[in-house]
């Protein structure tokens, strides 16, 4: 990995002129199954396998924070049998990910309002944050029972539980009470599948994000898919509201 960070670019990509956090909207997982005559809970398993090519791809060429879209608060709507299948694959992904991912000195955190999930699933949180705690490469924030405004909303009853006055809340204040805090700030959000919303991710952190959109469904996006949105990224003007 040091040696990579010699070079000035990996196959087109500036490693000087990375985004420093980038979020990605995992979608088309049913869309997946459903082309591929499979049940929808084998395009999860598919999309949780392209999860760990993209995360690892993330930590290879150095970013520094990469927080995906596992399952967000409107997810318990759909069928219970689906909504069972997907919190035993994201089990199984986060004590499969402590060993493959950990042992790659990827950092795992999970986010979310994840006090209504079970027992076992936050003991495996905990677990697996715990294992990777002290590795020193990408972070992967995976959001789980997560919502944009959920999130906002829970920052804003910390600040009042806090006691800070009205009139010392800023966006520093409110930052800090963000699930991403202490992270870079969000500077890429990509998402697959065709569909183009933010769909209650990151709202907060998405003020300036570039966004970028694709037809390719989550399973089948690869280190190819991610390359092209990141030399895409690279060749923007960002100029956060200036001229």
Not at 2 to 16: A, C, E, S, T, Y
Not at 31 to 41: F, T
Not at 87 to 108: E, P, T, W
Not at 170 to 177: L, V, W
Request: net charge positive.
């Amino acid at each position: 990995m040091f040696n990579l960070f010699k070079k000035k670019n990996v196959r087109g990509i500036d490693l000087q002129n990375l985004p420093s956090h980038i979020g990605i909207i995992m979608d088309g997982n049913g869309r997946w199954a459903k082309k591929h005559n499979l049940p929808r809970s084998l395009g999860h398993k598919a999309g949780a396998d392209a999860l760990k090519k993209i995360a690892t791809y993330c930590d290879k060429i150095g970013i520094k924070a990469l927080t995906v879209y596992a399952f967000s608060t409107e997810n318990w709507k759909r069928p219970k049998d689906e909504v069972d299948a997907l919190m035993k694959l994201l089990s199984d992904y986060l004590a499969n990910a402590k060993r493959d991912l950990g042992g790659k000195n990827i950092v795992i955190k999970a986010i979310g309002d994840l006090s209504v999930l079970s027992e076992k699933m936050q003991k495996q949180i905990i677990e697996t944050e715990d294992f990777t705690k002290n590795n020193t490469g990408t972070v992967l924030n995976i959001a789980i029972n997560y919502g944009g405004r959920g999130e906002i909303l829970n920052a804003v009853k910390q600040i009042v539980k806090s006691g800070i006055s009205a009139e010392n809340v800023n966006e520093e204040a409110i930052e800090k009470y963000l699930y991403t805090a202490n992270l870079p700030d969000l500077d890429f959000i990509i998402r697959p599948s065709g569909e183009m919303r933010l769909s209650n991710f990151l709202l907060w952190q998405s003020a300036y994000a570039e966004l970028w959109f694709n037809n390719v469904l989550w399973p089948d996006f690869n280190e190819k898919h991610l390359k092209a949105a990141i030399i895409e990224f690279q060749n923007r003007n960002r100029r956060f509201g200036g001229v």
